[in-house]
């Protein structure tokens, strides 16, 4: 692995497995590391790398790609 790949994969997603995409601003829930949606009022957020989270989902590179630039519009 080279330092570029690396520094991709290191970034925390943070996603809501009842709305199903990635979040960027979770709620935290206390000291424990729970965290509520703010669009949905869940707490069933989950975090993880980019890759993590595509693997442990089956989201595909290319969808998980279109939520992030989704988020940051």
């Keep these: 692995m080279t330092e ?3 520094s991709e994969d290191v970034e925390i ?3 809501c497995k009842k709305c199903q995409r ?4 979770p709620v935290r829930k206390g000291q ?3 965290y509520s949606c703010p ?7 989950t ?3 980019k890759k993590a989270i595509s693997d442990f989902y089956h ?4 969808d998980l790609e279109q939520m992030l630039n989704h988020k940051s519009q």
Excluded: A, Q
């Excluded at 990635?22 to 601003?25: E, R």
């Excluded at 989201?59 to 290319?62: F, G, L, T």
């Design 4 to 6: 570029e790949t690396v």
């Design 13 to 15: 997603l943070f996603y």
């Design 22 to 25: 990635v979040i960027s601003n």
């Design 32 to 34: 424990k590391y729970e």
């Design 39 to 45: 669009e949905c009022k869940e707490d069933r957020v």
């Design 47 to 49: 975090f993880g790398t």
């Design 59 to 62: 989201i595909k590179e290319k």
